[in-house]
Every structure is written in C-alpha cells, then in structure tokens.
C-alpha cells in the first residue's frame, strides 16, 4: 500500500503560480513513477504531468506544457507540481497518483483525496 497526502491548493489570480506537494508514505517510493492528474467540475479526470521514479524522465499534457513543472525528492518521498501561468481552465481537483514501474499517463495503482485549485480570472 502507499498513501498518498496533497497540499498547497488554493485560490489564485489568473497569472499567478502554486506550488503542490504529495506526500508519500509505505512501500518504497522509488518503486513508484508518479502523476498528477486533475478533474474540474463535469469533466472527466485528465493526464496533467509525470515523472519517472528517479526523475529523469517528465511528461507533459499539451495544455501544461511550458507552464508547469513536475519534480521528486526521493529523500523526502515527496513529488511536487509547480504551476505557473495559471488560468481559469486550470481550475479543478488536483490528485497525485502513483504507479509501480513505468510512467503511465492513463491510470495509476494508488490514488491522493486530491486538493482543490481555484483559478480566478
């Protein structure tokens, strides 16, 4: 099992930046490539960012690319997503996901409750 605990969403201006935290607890962080997906109010969840379990490898959704920025800290066993730019449309639940092996931008094995950023314009 791993738990996976969000922090640092909010309510910010159109332009203005967030920075979001995942906290990882269990089984071997290192085992895991981790994500973040995000789900605004009736849409379906969509892929935003990824990265692979040493860092080395990141992947992006069009729609963020350029604008945020994704990052572990193996030590900490914490993976962050750094938003800048942000607009409206960015507005929604934002979950951190982690996955045993390879990368996956359609799924993932365990799931955070989410934290909720708010974009306004």
């Known amino acids: 099992q791993v738990q996976l605990v969000e922090s640092g969403g909010g309510l910010v201006q159109a332009g203005g930046s967030l920075r979001l935290s995942c906290a990882a607890s269990g089984q071997t962080f290192t085992d895991y490539a981790m994500a973040w997906f995000r789900q605004a109010p009736g849409k379906e969840r969509e892929f935003v960012a990824a990265?692979?379990?040493?860092?080395?490898?990141?992947y992006y959704a069009d729609s963020v690319k350029g604008r945020f920025t994704i990052s572990r800290d193996n030590a900490k066993k914490t993976v962050y997503l750094q938003m800048n730019s942000l607009n409206p449309e960015d507005t929604a639940v934002y979950c951190c996901?982690?996955?045993?092996?390879?990368?996956?931008?359609?799924?993932?094995?365990?799931w955070g409750q989410g934290t909720q950023v708010t974009v306004s314009s």
């Open positions: 996901a982690a996955r045993f092996g390879r990368v996956s931008t359609s799924g993932a094995d365990y």
């Open positions: 990265i692979s379990w040493g860092g080395r490898n990141t």
